[in-house]
């Protein structure tokens, strides 16, 4: 059965070759042509990369040697070197390389060079594949592709998501090199009719491993089946796969592997300078506000965990106004807007970009002099990208500073093992200026922007739930209430997946630290808690141990300087020198905890206030002068209570805050009663000045016998005549309150007015103005009958009316 399949499969490959054949069209080849591509041809297995100095010395094409030479490529960097000889020879390759070592080089020379000897035209179709995994690294290619191959005859297409389906569709057809991204390939392989691959001579997963992950595991599966089995694939990233699966998925039984860096002390470029730092999870967006606040010359990449988390903080630091450009790149923009971001950020050289790992692979920012990862990577590979867009090409400098939560820094160990060369470093709590207040204010006055803050609160800790390894990633672990306050959240949101996760009593993966459980249960608790009250109140006492509880756990505020705008001259806070501190040095470690010992305390606003308390200084205290200038009692401001007293007496320094509640309480009970005199006396008042009143008018009537006639004669002495056929209009008065509430804006007690109060309203009405529809009907007929009526009359019928009652 198995030799019949292999027999079918071997079948089918010559068919297929047969077919390639049959379609290939007869092309009039000028001899000189053959004659070159014979001669070049002949030299591939002669090739030794040891000997090769320049681009000149690899049997390549004219066009493409010029293509170099006109873009001042002229030396091959290590991987070029090692790669390319091996690619002409149309070996398969997995090549591993640093970031930034000139990779896209490394694959597309010999695709132009393939390309060429074969005389490939427009009508042979698509000759080339080459797959990225994110749309802004495909158009990098392509535009090293076009500089590059642009003196040869090949049309090169890039096929990405975002943009025209139909424009790209009609095109599909002359595209001899294809650079697209997986899922957007997949759509015309499925969509269009025109796309046909079966001629395909070289497939380039360039950012190989993350092409092949779980993330594109079933477009690239469904994509590698519609390719034709013979052709030369080349595999190419930082990071590469060695998996068999993931070779074997691409039929790739024995690839050359190219790693000229394998044996190098480091996998990260030579020349980038890397750093973390340790801080607590509200410090973070304060640190990084000083941060570019101190380097306003420089261009500066800060990777996050979300696109939330870079929309609110780009949307929030451009509303603080840091005076420097700022960017936002993040798979939710819209195609147009991704891709000007992108132009602006190579072009300019004093910006700030926010990003997600969208960034992270592949792209080549020019002249980028920092990265900085915010939140801590996914894994070794993602750090490795993250901060290789810095120190990129021959010589290319730069520093890349990560921070981590204490709980994360085991992620250190990893990255040491994989051969990163990272240190520690402190930055000094005076220099960071966390704009607290202003981020405060500035959610309070913009609840779109609250959204957002509340939005990237969630996600945040939404990723850090979903991340695999969870001895880093534990968001059980993370102070959720410190980290909205950070964001400027005063409130907490609720998060609603946690507490659903918790409510499942799934088992929470941890590590089997007895501190952190307990912080678990402590966390579970709030949580709980949060699912009854729909805000985290302050006082709580299951939040307040929880807080203390993470406080223990993490060391003192680690102190670190800032690295400065090296040109910048604007203020000496920036000339602060950075201190390197190994830690794999027991003698370093050692000086650099007697060095915090030393270090002054940060001055913080209970310190003081203890300070004050210790002198005994009565501090807000507020007297009130009566006009005569003798200081009047504020009595709220007395304390009634014994135990207030006491409290008073003995509390000589420090704050009991369960004490102080108590005391609280007390007071509450002698502030209601004083309350409740006061509404007696209110009320007490109000019924005298009522009776003043009726007394007044009741004098002014015996004056002047009845009122004006402008104002009409006052019936107010009449019964209500709602009164008089108020039960059997009953029904009609609760339509007419619907109406009311349709109809008007009166409100309930307006309305009451109208049925209860008889005298002027009722005047207004019976002269003839028309009455809406909140009258009851038979009081109208009342008010009709009244109208024709002289006052003698009217007077006559009411004591009619009168005596019937
Ligand atoms: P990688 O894919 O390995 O991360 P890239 O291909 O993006 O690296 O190249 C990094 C930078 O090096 C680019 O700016 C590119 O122009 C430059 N570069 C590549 N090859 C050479 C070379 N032979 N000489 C000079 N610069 C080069
Ligand atoms: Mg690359």
Redesign the pocket.
């Known amino acids: 059965m198995k030799q019949n399949n292999q027999d079918e499969k071997v079948q089918q490959k010559k068919s297929k070759k047969d077919k390639f054949k049959l379609y290939k069209p007869r092309k009039k080849k000028s001899g000189e042509e053959d004659a070159a591509i014979q001669y070049l041809q002949a030299q591939y297995d002669k090739i030794n990369p040891d000997a090769i100095k320049t681009f000149k010395d690899f049997p390549l094409s004219q066009k493409t040697l010029k293509g170099l030479k006109d873009n001042?490529?002229?030396?091959?960097?290590e991987?070029?070197r090692q790669a390319i000889g091996y690619a002409l020879q149309g070996k398969d390759i997995l090549g591993a390389?640093?970031?930034?070592?000139?990779?896209?080089?490394a694959f597309l020379i010999p695709i132009l060079e393939n390309l060429f000897c074969k005389k490939w035209t427009r009508l042979d179709g698509v000759g080339a594949l080459v797959i990225s995994p994110t749309r802004e690294l495909a158009y990098q290619i392509y535009e090293t592709l076009r500089k590059v191959g642009c003196l040869h005859d090949f049309s090169a297409g890039l096929i990405i998501g975002g943009q025209n389906l139909k424009f790209e569709r009609k095109r599909m057809d002359q595209i001899n090199i294809l650079i697209c991204t997986p899922g957007r390939l997949l759509q015309h392989m499925d969509e269009n009719p025109l796309f046909d691959c079966s001629h395909l001579q070289i497939l380039v997963l360039d950012e190989a491993d993350r092409c092949l992950d779980m993330g594109f595991e079933a477009t690239m599966n469904a994509i590698i089946e519609n390719l034709p089995p013979e052709r030369q694939t080349l595999l190419f990233s930082?990071t590469q796969t060695k998996s068999v699966k993931d070779l074997a998925r691409l039929s790739l039984s024995f690839p050359t592997y190219v790693a000229p860096h394998e044996q190098a002390e480091t996998v990260t470029p030579e020349f980038l300078q890397q750093s973390y730092i340790v801080c607590e999870i509200d410090e973070k967006i304060g640190i990084l506000w000083s941060f570019i606040r101190n380097h306003l010359k420089q261009k500066v990449l800060v990777f996050m965990a979300t696109c939330k988390q870079v929309k609110y903080t780009y949307d929030l630091f451009c509303k603080l106004r840091p005076g420097i450009s700022l960017l936002a790149l993040y798979g939710t923009l819209h195609q147009e807007k991704r891709e000007k971001i992108y132009n602006e950020f190579c072009r300019k050289s004093n910006v700030v970009l926010f990003a997600t790992d969208l960034a992270s692979r592949?792209l080549?920012f020019?002249r980028v002099n920092w990265v900085i990862q915010l939140d801590c990577p996914e894994d070794v590979e993602t750090y490795i990208h993250r901060a290789?867009r810095t120190a990129?090409?021959?010589f290319g400098k730069g520093e890349g500073l990560l921070m981590l939560l204490p709980h994360e820094e085991k992620i250190v160990e990893d990255l040491r093992k994989n051969k990163i060369p990272i240190n520690k470093i402190a930055v000094d709590p005076s220099k960071v200026v966390a704009p607290q207040r202003k981020i405060e204010g500035l959610l309070s006055d913009n609840t779109e922007l609250k959204q957002t803050a509340q939005r990237a609160f969630v996600s945040y800790l939404k990723s850090v739930f979903l991340m695999k390894n969870k001895e880093i990633f534990n968001v059980q672990l993370l102070d959720t209430d410190a980290y909205a306050r950070s964001l400027g959240l005063i409130v907490p949101p609720r998060i609603r997946f946690l507490h659903k996760y918790q409510k499942s009593n799934i088992p929470i993966k941890t590590s089997e630290d007895v501190d952190n459980v307990s912080v678990l249960s402590k966390l579970k608790e709030r949580a709980e808690e949060d699912n009854r009250t729909d805000q985290s109140s302050g006082d709580d006492e299951n939040v307040i141990p929880v807080e203390n509880k993470n406080k223990k756990l993490t060391k003192e505020l680690p102190k670190f300087d800032f690295h400065n705008d090296a040109d910048s001259e604007e203020d000496d806070f920036l000339q602060v020198k950075k201190t390197i501190v190994d830690v794999n040095d027991p003698i370093v470690e050692e000086e650099e905890k007697q060095t915090s010992k030393k270090k002054k305390k940060p001055l913080t606003k209970a310190a003081v206030a203890k300070k004050l308390l210790k002198k005994k200084i009565k501090v807000n205290t507020k007297l009130k002068f009566s006009e005569d200038g003798e200081a009047i009692e504020d009595e709220k401001r007395d304390v009634k209570s014994e135990l207030a007293k006491q409290f008073i007496n003995e509390n000589v320094g420090g704050i009991d805050i369960e004490k102080a509640k108590e005391v609280l309480r007390e007071e509450d009970k002698f502030d209601k009663i004083r309350f409740r005199e006061k509404v007696k006396a209110k009320h007490k008042e109000q019924k005298r000045k009522l009776k003043n009143k009726k007394k007044e008018e009741a004098e002014e009537k015996d004056e002047f016998g009845s009122q004006s006639d402008s104002d009409g004669p006052d019936l107010s002495w009449l019964p209500d005549p709602d009164k008089v056929y108020g039960k059997k209009d009953s029904g009609d008065e609760s339509s007419d309150r619907s109406d009311t509430e349709h109809n008007s804006s009166a409100s309930d007690d307006e309305s009451e007015e109208k049925y209860h109060r008889p005298s002027k309203h009722k005047l207004v009405q019976s002269k003839g103005i028309p009455q809406d529809s909140v009258a009851p009907r038979k009081k109208k007929k009342l008010e009709d009958i009244s109208a024709s009526l002289s006052i003698q009359e009217a007077e006559a019928l009411a004591m009619q009316l009168l005596t019937q009652h």
């Open positions: 001042n490529y002229v030396t091959p960097t991987i070029q390389a640093k970031t930034g070592s000139g990779k896209t080089l930082a592949g080549d020019p290789g990129r090409g021959v």
